[in-house]
């Protein structure tokens, strides 16, 4: 599924391509679904390049499916596994390139479905939340956007690790969603001010993919050694800092992008990942919640999903 030109959904189009060659220490996945994300909305517009070693026209972060073929020094997989992987691009199609050291197995009863719609909200959040924002056993959580796809990673590894957890989100169905995911409480922004709703109890850690005049109330709302940290900036990502508020309260304001990150850093995360979140999700502490499932030839239709902001949980293109 190949993005013609840039624009509206409508922009992407079957296209008939070269099956791609692995490298030495990649792998060649047949790829039984693909995860839709907010980036691959960006980069359909325009606004968001590929990496130069990624396919430029071709979107999709992440992919699950069996290994098709390996390079000459990959090792720990065979042709066969079932594995599910963070690429840098080029996963809406029937095959995809890999490196090899940023697969993960497809967990044990998880569907092909399900396991495409971990990689990118897993390192995304594990990488934001426990590594940036040092998220710890009793601390409170706060999470913009609790019914995304990565709100729903977010709230279920947080609670898994033993924290406290708050959303935002803009519908009382929204927020059931979250709830039955395992989050303490939802507040509505479009009927209440969070910062108003949480002031008396404060948060240790905030994701944030809101920015603008969220960006004040999330410092307001930290307790003494908070820590902020982006993810997106969907509400303006210009805005003033009062140092002293920094200093003060000891407070930590990060943030990342992931993507454009080395081939290193991500086997690094893989590692952790492996080591610390599989034994949750091999104990049945964290799922997968699929809104709704499309084939690739209907990917403008997901696409219109995910602008519509209508959906809760994951969408995904399944690929046969």
């Not at 599924?1 to 996945?29: A, C, F, H, T, W």
């Not at 959580?141 to 990565?150: A, D, F, P, Q, R």
Request: aromatic share 6%.
């Amino acid at each position: 599924m190949v993005i013609s030109s840039y624009g509206s959904p409508e922009v992407l189009q079957l296209q008939q391509r070269s099956i791609p060659e692995p490298n030495d220490k990649e792998v060649l996945i047949k790829v039984k679904a693909a995860g839709i994300n907010r980036p691959d909305i960006i980069q359909r517009k325009g606004k968001y390049a590929a990496p130069p070693d990624a396919p430029q026209d071709i979107p999709g972060l992440e992919v699950s499916g069996v290994i098709h073929a390996l390079g000459k020094d990959v090792e720990g997989w065979k042709e066969g596994d079932e594995v599910c992987a963070l690429i840098p691009g080029g996963g809406y199609a029937e095959y995809a390139i890999a490196d090899s050291e940023v697969c993960l197995r497809k967990p044990k009863g998880f569907t092909f479905e399900e396991a495409a719609g971990m990689p990118e909200t897993l390192y995304t959040v594990w990488h934001n939340i426990f590594n940036l924002g040092r998220l710890r056993e009793g601390e409170h959580l706060l999470v913009h956007g609790g019914s995304s796809g990565i709100g729903m990673t977010a709230i279920q590894l947080g609670k898994a690790f033993g924290a406290e957890v708050s959303v935002t989100v803009s519908t009382d169905e929204k927020g059931q969603f979250a709830l039955s995911l395992g989050a303490d409480r939802y507040i509505k922004y479009t009927k209440e001010d969070f910062e108003d709703v949480l002031r008396d109890n404060g948060v240790d850690v905030v994701l944030d993919m809101v920015g603008g005049d969220y960006f004040q109330k999330n410092v307001n709302l930290l307790r003494p050694d908070g820590r902020l940290v982006h993810i997106n900036a969907v509400n303006g990502h210009k805005v003033e800092l009062n140092l002293w508020d920094v200093m003060r309260k000891r407070l930590l304001v990060t943030g990342s992008t992931l993507r454009n990150r080395s081939t290193a850093f991500k086997q690094k995360l893989t590692e952790q990942i492996t080591e610390h979140v599989y034994p949750i999700i091999d104990k049945g502490l964290y799922k997968t919640k699929i809104n709704r499932t499309f084939s690739l030839e209907d990917a403008a239709d997901a696409h219109a999903l995910m602008e519509s902001s209508r959906h809760m949980g994951k969408i995904i293109l399944s690929i046969t």
